[in-house]
């Protein structure tokens, strides 16, 4: 049975906190132990948007540890997030391209 907009299911986009240990060619800087990743995912579902962000990140040389996820910019705003204009366009491309955005990658070190 294709698929027809009357049943196809509507995407969203979330909000991820991604962490991530080292690999080989991650291309993180030398001297840290792992990073704090924020991305935005289209999904179904936050469970889709966390299968394909992990993913594309496994894919990308990428370690990830842990996941937490935020919701869509709607649960965001309702739970009192300020989203700022450049969020927001990243949101747009993530929903235009169906893809995962990283937006801000931050090294983390031991000390």
């Known amino acids: 049975m294709a698929l027809t ?14 962490v991530v240990g080292r690999s080989g060619n991650d291309g993180l800087p030398n001297n840290c132990s792992g990073a704090a990743l924020i991305c935005y995912c289209s999904g179904i579902d936050e469970a889709e948007a966390v299968r394909e962000t992990i993913n594309i990140l ?20 309702d739970e009192g997030h300020e989203i700022e204009e450049h969020e927001y366009e990243l949101i747009k491309k993530a929903k235009n391209d169906n893809s995962v955005v990283i937006a801000e990658i931050t090294p983390l070190f031991e000390n």
């Open 5 to 18: 907009s009357s049943n196809k299911k509507e995407q969203h986009i979330f909000t991820l906190i991604v």
């Open 58 to 77: 496994k894919l990308s040389d990428m370690s990830p540890l842990s996941v937490t996820g935020y919701g869509t910019v709607e649960e965001r705003i």
